[in-house]
């Protein structure tokens, strides 16, 4: 099992099965009474337990990985495989004389279903305790069909064709950090994958957890889909928790510097007038890209995320951080780093980058448009009674959505459009703010009967693309909501079978996407 399982996984230590019975070494059990306090004599036959893989575990892969430990010298391990048939079992592999810690093997399971797997230790004294989990095992297939005759290749650039073939092919995948996720993202046929690296505040802790295991992920879907895209933010925030955060030498030096030996200081990175201090919490601010300690910042986090297999970048609100930005000068410096730093160490030489622009005309110094697409909430519409059911809802083309507006220009990669890309996700927010329904679009949509729901993933996507041929819908994969109705205050994709909470979504994202060449 990866190393990702051995953080997740709770450690397996079953009762061990000890034979009890007259002649069987070792199982001389005794009790006796003394002064009513009872006390048990047992002679131990073995410290073996399995790690991995962990009863009730689902089991990402279709390759043999078991980890034990307690092993004494001499020692060894016996493993089994059984696929379950109904109420019997039929075996699929065996082994024997296994030593060390694991066992790893390119043996293929047959499928997927429920496998029992047993490790059993051979006592140097003749008998045996055995470790048991039942595990069901899902592969991780690649839709095979959904993206027939689409072009998805680029490297160093990508033209207007590919970049929207990307985007008719989004969802929103907050925090993709599971199997379980690159599962159901693999399986409806997903190209781009909107939120999929994505922590609000900022902090050490977050990248030393799960950076690594951002990085196994991504790497497993590619082995997978080598076409995939993942999306890191970097948000309109700040706070005391990247004062932790070393600032390495590569930074500085980026930025022309004499390398320091300190940490990032969120104070540094606040709007000398005291604007926007305190705006998300107490100690979580809006920070300001004119001070170089922001520009910094966002820098790092884009190149830590492009290291560890990103391909793409959101970069928040960035009216609202750079509202003392004259003509975007320092956006404009802070995004070329970036860009130049993926030339030499994206995967494919290019780092896509958005963000979200009210205005939708993120334009640098230069004339060229900082970001490849504009990113926008849906803004639906309410329409009908206040009592009717399904809440329907049309697009709110007098939002800040771009439907209505006309947006051209010249994109990073050198093309020219006078209709320029965009894409448009069920956002949320506090309530109180822009609604529908009285709820977030993400509350409103979990609460739609299942079929209204279902159908009108494919009904928004014509919508929009009625309107601009290069417009998007980042459909939902997984995104938390502001309001609970029923229980339900995240939004999964993910069918039911495979992950508790699913709304088994997975065949209507695949349905809209087939609506949609």
């Known amino acids: 099992m990866k190393s990702l399982k051995k953080l997740l996984s709770i450690v397996l230590c079953l009762s061990m099965l000890v034979c009890v019975f007259a002649g069987c070494k070792g ?26 893989p962990t009863v009730g575990e689902k089991y990402y892969t279709n390759t043999v990985d078991v980890a034990w430990e307690g092993l004494e010298k001499d020692e060894t391990v ?22 060390g810690d694991s066992f790893k093997s390119d043996d293929k399971l047959e499928n997927e279903g429920v496998y029992k797997i047993s490790a059993t230790v051979n ?117 005391k928790d990247i004062n932790d955060i070393k600032i390495p030498a590569f930074v500085f030096e980026a930025f022309g510097k004499k390398v320091e030996d300190r940490t990032f200081d969120h104070r540094k990175m606040l709007f000398p007038d005291g604007s926007g201090v305190n705006a998300w919490a107490s100690g979580y601010s809006l920070p300001d890209i004119t001070r170089e300690e922001t520009q910094m910042f966002i820098y790092y986090r884009a190149c830590k995320m492009i290291d560890i297999g990103v391909e793409a970048i959101h970069l928040g609100q960035t009216k609202m951080t750079g509202k003392n930005d004259r003509n975007f000068k320092r956006w404009t410096k802070v995004i070329h780093l970036i860009r130049e730093y993926a030339k030499k160490n994206a995967r494919r030489n290019y780092v896509i980058i958005n963000s979200h622009h009210p205005s939708h005309d993120f334009v640098g110094t230069d004339g060229i448009m900082l970001v490849d ?79 209204y729901r279902r159908s009108f993933l494919t009904e928004v996507r014509k919508m929009v693309s009625a309107l601009n041929n290069n417009g998007h ?13 029923n229980g339900i205050d995240l939004y999964q994709m993910n069918d039911a079978k495979y992950c508790k909470g699913g709304l088994s979504d997975e065949e209507a994202i695949i349905a809209a996407f087939k609506a949609y060449k």
């Open 27 to 52: 199982g001389n059990n005794t009790s006796t009474t003394s002064k009513g306090t009872l006390s048990i004599n047992s002679t131990v036959l073995s410290n073996f337990k399995m790690v991995s």
């Open 78 to 99: 016996s493993l089994k495989i059984e696929k379950k048939n109904g109420s019997s079992y039929t075996t699929v592999l065996e082994k024997t004389g296994l030593t």
């Open 123 to 239: 006592l140097t004294d003749g008998n045996t305790v055995t470790k048991t989990a039942e595990v069901t095992v899902l592969n991780l297939v690649k839709n095979a069909t959904v993206n027939n005759g689409m072009d998805f290749t680029f490297k160093g650039s990508i033209s207007e064709k590919v970049l929207n073939n990307y985007l008719s092919r989004a969802i929103t995948y907050t925090n993709a950090n599971s199997e379980e996720a690159i599962r159901a993202i693999l399986n409806t046929g997903t190209k781009y994958v909107c939120r999929s690296v994505a922590e609000w505040y900022p902090s050490k802790w977050f990248e030393d957890t799960w950076f690594p295991i951002y990085k196994e992920l991504i790497a497993e879907a590619h082995a997978v889909d080598p076409e995939i895209i993942f999306e890191g933010c970097i948000f309109e925030t700040t706070g």
């Open 373 to 451: 697409f504009n990113m926008a909430p849906l803004r639906p519409k309410a329409v009908g009674a206040a009592n009717s059911s399904p809440q329907k809802c049309v697009l709110d083309m007098d939002s800040d959505a771009p439907y209505s507006k006309k947006i051209s220009g010249t994109s990073p990669s050198g093309w020219t459009s006078s209709k320029y890309p965009y894409l448009v996700e069920f956002d949320n927010y506090a309530p109180g703010e822009d609604s529908v329904w009285g709820m977030d679009e993400i509350s409103w949509i979990v609460n739609q009967p299942e079929a």
């Open 473 to 485: 819908v980042a459909l939902i994969g997984k995104r938390s909501s502001s309001y609970t109705t």
